[in-house]
């Protein structure tokens, strides 16, 4: 582990690969088979567990647990104290390890503060889940989620604002991107132009 920054207070398990420029923050555990790309930075109290895999420039704040099963794609956002879970019917007297479930948060997605995500989910490219929603099965890319259950609202750009859809298509205001929503998903068409 080159050029990695790790606080005092944490602890990296001998067996853990951390890629360079990453840094870890106070009280966090990064466990033995736990895989983690470079540029990330990961916030007070995180945990991540055996078996998991973040990519580059992943962000993870404050009291956030990635579980065994958990994939976090290039760029992805984990607001503080968002939940990912890895069993769908936990008990504390029956073990359920050869029952967990893989969650994938594809590029670009974000996760707001206090969302859970209940595992066997995939979260599409920069899809959106907001504060507090509680995702239950697949998210389209670029989708906005909102709500408990979380249900599509909308949609957003890749640098992460909502989008404005005219006769099925739409142009950020703000750096440019374009789409087209064809049955029920969106694909960007143009890329971005500027990253305002």
């Keep these: 582990m080159t ?12 067996g853990a690969v951390i890629g360079s420029g990453t840094k870890i923050w106070h009280f966090s555990h990064v466990m033995a088979g736990a895989v983690i ?3 990330c930075n990961l916030g007070q109290n995180v945990v991540v567990m055996p078996g998991t895999r973040i ?15 958990v994939v976090l794609e290039d760029d ?20 359920r390890k050869h029952e967990y479930r893989a969650t994938v948060v594809r590029r670009g997605g974000t996760i707001g503060a206090n969302a859970t995500i209940v595992c066997g989910s995939t979260l ?24 408990v259950p979380a249900r599509r609202v909308g949609w957003v750009c890749q640098c992460g604002v909502r989008l404005q859809l005219r006769d099925g298509q739409a142009t950020c205001p703000e750096c440019g991107a374009g789409y087209q929503e064809t049955d029920g998903k969106l694909r960007q068409i143009v890329p971005p132009s500027s990253r305002g």
């Design 55 to 69: 990519g580059n420039n992943v962000k993870i704040q404050n009291n956030v647990s990635i579980y065994e099963g």
């Design 3 to 14: 050029d990695v920054f790790v606080h005092e207070s944490s602890y990296v398990d001998d």
């Design 37 to 39: 790309g470079e540029r």
């Design 124 to 147: 599409g490219l920069y899809s959106f889940v907001g504060a507090g929603a509680v995702v239950t099965s697949d998210v389209p890319d670029f989708a906005l989620m909102l709500g």
């Design 76 to 95: 992805v956002f984990c607001g503080p104290s968002c939940v990912f879970t890895n069993v769908n019917n936990p008990r504390s007297h029956v073990s």
